[in-house]
Nanobody
Framework: QVHLVESGGGLVQTGGSRTLSCSVS????????VGWFRQAPGKEREFVAA????????YYSDSAKSRFTISKDGTKNTVYLQMNNLTPEDTGLYYC???????????????????WGQGTQVTVSS
């Protein structure tokens, strides 16, 4: 069983930056692929970014590419999502998710992750 705790959410102005953290605890906390998803009110939860357990592969949605960076600190069992140049469309509840299975080469989806955190709210004001 793995336990995930997100932090770092808050209110940020358009064009600003924010870094989210996902603390992964449990058996072999660093041997997990981790992903970030977000859900805006009234919308489906959507994929944002993911990193393989080996750190060799990263995946991004089209909207996150070039603005967001996912990284992992294995010594702290923490995964970060650095978000730059934020817009109101980035507003939502951000979840991190983890799984011990390898991520598909074509990129992960919600069904590729078995453990989820409670989410942290990011609100971007215009």
């Amino acid at each position: 069983q793995v336990h995930l705790v997100e932090s770092g959410g808050g209110l940020v102005q358009t064009g600003g930056s924010r870094t989210l953290s996902c603390s992964v605890s449990g058996r072999s906390g660093s041997n997990y692929a981790v992903g970030w998803f977000r859900q805006a009110p009234g919308k489906e939860r959507e994929f944002v970014a993911a990193i393989s357990y080996s750190n060799r592969r990263t995946y991004y949605s089209d909207s996150a590419k070039s603005r967001f960076t996912i990284s992992k600190d294995g010594t702290k069992n923490t995964v970060y999502l650095q978000m730059n140049n934020l817009t109101p469309e980035d507003t939502g509840l951000y979840y991190c998710a983890a799984d011990r299975r390898p991520l598909p080469i074509g990129g992960p989806s919600r069904t590729d992750f078995g453990s989820w955190g409670q989410g942290t709210q990011v609100t971007v004001s215009s």
